[in-house]
């Protein structure tokens, strides 16, 4: 067990609507990130957020946003859904704010399916 | 562009079979190179980092290296729990992590 708690797990919705994701990062872990998975593009990074703030970018869509509330918790938040979203979208989370500077800790991850 | 490429996609063994996964990169200013292991339906889990070519790191059956164009993971005497996809990622100095595909690794008893 990461220590990293994801919901839902599953998630299945119809093009065009709207859904977010949640995650808790493990105890002490300052850093947030979400990651898209899926079968031709592999693991993708979206964005990271730090103590609350962003702090890099990848290649997250417009459709696509994010935040970090106060107790560390975030929330990506995915509109106007295609077929193109369905995907694993995991959220991992680290004590540092630099990717690398201290291993990763994954969720299992949401199974989004948009039908 | 940092790139990582992994190969085999998908490699079968035999139990105590040993054999090594490849993982090349072309990065700017490599910052670290980094292995995780997925199982299914689950979030990848950190195995090792390796910050500088020749770099050696060792966990029960598994051995990472590094070189300047590539990593290895060797994996010595496997058994069917060491069935995963292992995933190889680097950072360079864009300060993002780059992911490569994944081996699948299946080990039969």
């Known amino acids: 067990d990461s220590g990293v708690t994801q919901t839902p797990k599953h998630l299945i919705t119809a093009t065009g609507q709207r859904v977010t994701l949640r995650c808790s990062p493990r105890?002490?872990?300052?850093?947030v990130y979400w990651y898209q998975q899926s079968l031709d593009q592999g693991l993708q990074f979206l964005i990271q957020y730090y103590n609350g703030e962003e702090r890099a970018k990848g290649n997250i869509l417009e459709r696509f946003s994010a935040q970090q509330f106060p107790d560390l918790h975030s929330e990506l938040n995915l509109s106007s859904l295609e077929l193109g979203d369905s995907a694993l979208y995991f959220c991992a989370s680290s004590v540092n704010p630099g990717q690398g500077s201290s291993p990763l800790h994954f969720g299992n991850g949401t199974r989004l399916t948009v039908t | 562009e940092d790139q990582v490429t992994q190969s085999p996609e998908a490699l079968r063994l035999q139990e105590g079979e040993s054999s090594s996964l490849n993982c090349s990169y072309t990065v700017s200013g490599l910052r670290g190179l980094f292995w995780y292991r997925q199982d299914p339906g689950k979030g990848p889990e950190f195995l090792f980092t390796l910050y500088s070519a020749g770099e050696e790191k060792e966990k029960e059956r598994l051995k990472a290296t590094l070189t300047k164009k590539e990593s290895f993971l060797h994996i010595t005497a496997p058994k069917p729990e060491d069935s995963a996809t292992y995933l190889c990622a680097v950072l360079g100095g864009a300060q993002k992590l780059v992911f490569g595909q994944g081996t699948r690794l299946t080990i039969n008893p």
């Open positions: 105890s002490g872990d300052l850093s």
